[in-house]
Structure formats: C-alpha cells, structure tokens
C-alpha cells in the first residue's frame, strides 16, 4: 500500500490518509467542503459544499495518478436527503458517463460540522 498526500486537499484529522493506492486500485477517504488552503468550510450552500468536496476528491485523485474519470464507486453522505437533489445535480457535472456506481447515505452527523461528505474508489490511470 502507498499513501496518498497533497496540499490540494485538507488534511486528515484523524489517524488516516487522504488516500491510499493498493494494486491498481485508489481509494479516497471520506472529503468534506474544506478549503484546503484556510481549512475553513467553504458555505452553507449545499451546492457550494458539494464542488468544494468533489474538487477535493479529485486533488486526492489526481495526486495519486487516478481522476474524477476513473472512479467506480462512490459514497455519498448527507445530513439531510432533502439535499439529495442538489448534491446530485452537482455531482452530475463533475462524474462522466458511464457513471460510477453509488450509495447515498443520510448521516445524523460528521467529525466537523458539514452537509455532505464524498468518498471514492478509483482505477489507476491508463
């Protein structure tokens, strides 16, 4: 296993990392709408959340050879599924066809006080 670490993406706040490479396979750790540069979250716009948080799982992706475009399976959790639609208007811009395969989870609560939070498995690039 190879860990996978970058500035483009807030830091772990726990003992893990941003992301691991093991095979062929990325995985991305949970990311939430941290700017990676103030660490402070982004809005209160789920929206808005919701592009900070995929532009930090594809820093992660990126960072370890992979992209948006490779991923396979993705977690989506939110604090409330009235925010389902606008979460997956927005992650509709940034996921390609063919689509990863995906759950979507309602959460009562996160490690810091966000409205979503994404995590992904990714192939390799070719």
Do not use: C, H, W
């Not at 820093?59 to 939110?78: C, M, N, R």
């Not at 979503?116 to 192939?123: D, L, P, R, S, Y």
């Amino acid at each position: 296993m190879q860990p996978i670490s970058t500035d483009e993406a807030p830091g772990a706040i726990g003992p893990y990392s941003q992301g691991i490479i093991d095979g062929e396979t990325v995985y991305v750790s949970g990311q939430g709408p941290v700017d990676p540069e103030t660490g402070e979250i982004v809005s209160d716009d789920i929206r808005e959340q919701t592009r900070r948080t995929l532009e930090n799982v594809a820093a992660i992706l990126e960072a370890g050879g992979s992209s948006l475009d490779d991923v396979v399976k993705a977690t989506v959790f939110v604090r409330d599924m009235a925010d389902y639609e606008a979460v997956n208007e927005v992650y509709g811009e940034y996921m390609s066809d063919p689509y990863p395969a995906r759950s979507a989870v309602q959460i009562v609560d996160l490690p810091i006080d966000i409205d979503v939070e994404i995590e992904a498995i990714a192939t390799l690039a070719e």
